[in-house]
């Protein structure tokens, strides 16, 4: 069973960065595209960013476009979000998982934008 530890959020100022990492665990094999995904408080988990895993073919969602880099490494079974320029809307709790076929939810990593 995958498991999914996601890492690197804390509190930024608006116009900061930060670098969030996804580690997946046990079997992967079925992945074919993974993505990151965030739910501030008071509204439903929506989607980020996804990353094909064969090709690192990357989508976005308008609201991050531009300012968000998804990423992935392949031996590391590693999933990344590189987030700049970092709004106060940007403030979540920030998960990754799979697209279509969900594994488990992992605890997420909070970002926090604030000044």
């Known amino acids: 069973q995958v498991q999914l530890v996601e890492s690197g959020g804390g509190l930024v100022q608006p116009g900061g960065s930060l670098r969030l990492s996804c580690v997946a665990s046990?079997?992967?094999?079925?992945?074919?595209?993974m993505a990151w995904y965030r739910q501030a408080p008071g509204k439903q988990r929506e989607l980020v960013a996804t990353?094909?895993?064969?090709?690192?073919?990357?989508k976005y969602e308008d609201s991050v476009k531009g300012r968000f880099t998804i990423s992935k490494d392949n031996v590391k079974n590693t999933l990344y979000l590189q987030m700049d320029s970092l709004k106060p809307e940007d403030t979540a709790v920030y998960y990754c998982?799979?697209?279509?076929?969900?594994?488990?939810w992992g605890q997420g990593t909070q970002v926090t934008v604030s000044s």
């Open positions: 046990g079997n992967i094999f079925s992945f074919k595209t």
């Open positions: 990353i094909t895993w064969g090709e690192s073919i990357t």
């Open positions: 998982n799979g697209v279509s076929t969900f594994y488990k």
